[in-house]
């Protein structure tokens, strides 16, 4: 790594190193991290106080994570001038897993969003988002416990890119004229317009990862899911290449859904993973009355994005809704939700999202016994009731902690 001006590493602890696509990870690695701004310093103390607890009960003196604080955003903006200094991309690269509070996106021009810059150039191409039910949070729904989703959303095509031209300027007008000169479609003058690219390497890479992560956790079902019906040749093109790589590098771990059908007479046979593909639409509906059927699902960006927050919305919404943009090396855990500054320096809010992604970020680095006990530490503080303000006007008998109480009690409860 370059010398940093505006960093200072930490003496102790390793750097994590991926070799090989496997991650090497040392008993004290070296974590960089953003607290975030408005709550975010709020919820990165009560998380970092929960990952450490756990791991110190999980492994002793054995393991450690050394903690290495990066900066952007309005801290990083109030000390060195800048929103986004490239030593924290740096750091994010050379330390490869990184886990980050939200962050305002500040109101104006020349500003490279955080979310954009790292995604760019780590090629954080997947977009994870694990929605799972804690027994006694608040659900609109009847039966929440049956939601166990794992979302793969693609982040790096379809809408995510950005090809668009705003209407009535020269560049809609000339993409306007030449798309009706060369391929006549019609296009109304004043339109605005934009691209939606869909390729095989990029949806190829995306739903690899969806299945090995299946594979891996030992669950049921991929889902790719688009809306094919309409774009053939992007969101229907989308799940033919989902089917194609579990056909030519999984066929001995999955079965699509054809085959369950014509020769297995409906029944997925034991030890395969079933591949099926389901319009976006219907997925919506099916989420809401049949969530069961749904496992590990991966999709486009669009459809991801609508798709992880509808079902986050049955489990408890955005405050309990990790998430983790993945590459083939790095790895950066986030807060989904963003800073809620009117809330800020309160103790007030719900670091359940941070704190599920750094369990997130736990299993990543292999250590399973760790996340496995903060989330017993989680399910024992809903069970008593213990929960922070969102949660508690919608709990009957619930007892409102603070944010640093709420931590507090999953680490007694782990
Ligand atoms: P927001 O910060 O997510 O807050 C919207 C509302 O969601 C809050 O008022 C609160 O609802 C609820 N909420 C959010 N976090 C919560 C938590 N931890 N616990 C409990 N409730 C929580 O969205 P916003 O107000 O639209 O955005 C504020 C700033 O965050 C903007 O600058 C935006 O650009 C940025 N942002 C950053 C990220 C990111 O860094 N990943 C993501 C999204 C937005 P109630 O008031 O009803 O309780």
Redesign the pocket.
């Known amino acids: 790594m370059a010398t940093p001006k505006t960093l200072t590493p930490p003496k102790e602890g390793e750097r994590i190193e991926a070799r090989g696509g496997r991650l090497a990870v040392p008993d004290t690695p070296i974590i960089p991290y953003i607290e ?4 975010g310093p709020d ?1 990165w103390r009560a998380t970092v106080r929960v990952l450490d607890a756990a791991v110190r009960k999980a492994y002793g003196s054995k393991r450690r994570i050394v903690w290495f604080e990066v900066f952007a955003g309005e801290k990083a903006h109030a000390r060195f001038g800048t929103w986004l200094p490239e030593e924290t991309l740096q750091a994010f690269e050379h330390y490869v897993v990184g886990i ?7 109101v104006g021009g020349g500003f490279r969003s ?2 954009v810059s790292l995604r760019q150039q780590l090629d954080l191409y997947a977009c994870v988002r694990p929605v799972r039910y804690f027994e006694g949070v608040p659900s609109p729904v009847c039966h929440p416990e049956q939601v166990d989703v794992v979302v793969f959303r693609e982040n790096t095509e379809d809408i995510y890119v950005g090809y668009e031209c705003a209407s009535g300027s020269p560049e809609a007008k000339r993409l306007i004229e030449f798309v009706g000169r060369e391929f006549k479609w019609k296009i109304r003058e004043d339109a605005g317009v934009g691209l939606k690219p869909m390729s095989p390497f990029g949806t190829k890479r995306l739903v690899r990862k969806a299945i090995r992560f299946a594979i891996d956790h030992g669950r049921r079902s991929v889902t790719l899911v688009h809306k094919g019906n309409i774009m053939k040749y992007t969101e229907g093109a989308f799940a033919q290449w989902g089917y194609e790589v579990a056909r030519e590098e999984f066929a001995a771990e999955t079965i699509p859904w054809a085959d369950v059908e014509k020769h297995h007479r409906g029944v997925v046979p034991p030890g395969k993973i079933l591949i099926q593909d389901y319009i976006a639409d219907v997925t919506f509906q099916h989420v809401l009355t049949r969530p069961r059927s749904f496992d590990v699902i991966a999709t486009g960006n669009l459809n991801g994005d609508y798709l992880s927050d509808a079902i986050a919305a049955q489990v408890g ?3 309990m809704a990790p998430g983790g943009n993945i590459s083939d090396v790095h790895a950066v855990f ?10 800020a320096n309160q103790d007030k ?6 704190i599920l992604s750094g369990v997130m970020m736990l299993e990543h680095l292999g250590w399973r016994e760790a996340a496995g006990l903060v989330i017993r530490g989680m399910e024992a503080t809903f069970r008593k009731k213990i929960v ?3 949660l508690a006007r919608l709990m009957e008998g619930a007892r409102e902690a603070r944010t640093s109480e709420f931590a507090s009690a999953v680490v007694d409860n782990m």
């Open positions: 975030g701004d408005g709550t919820i980050k509070g939200p962050l305002t996106t500040p955080l979310n919404g955005i405050g986030e807060a989904t939700h963003g800073t809620a500054p009117k809330y809010v719900n670091p359940g999202s941070l922070t303000y969102d």
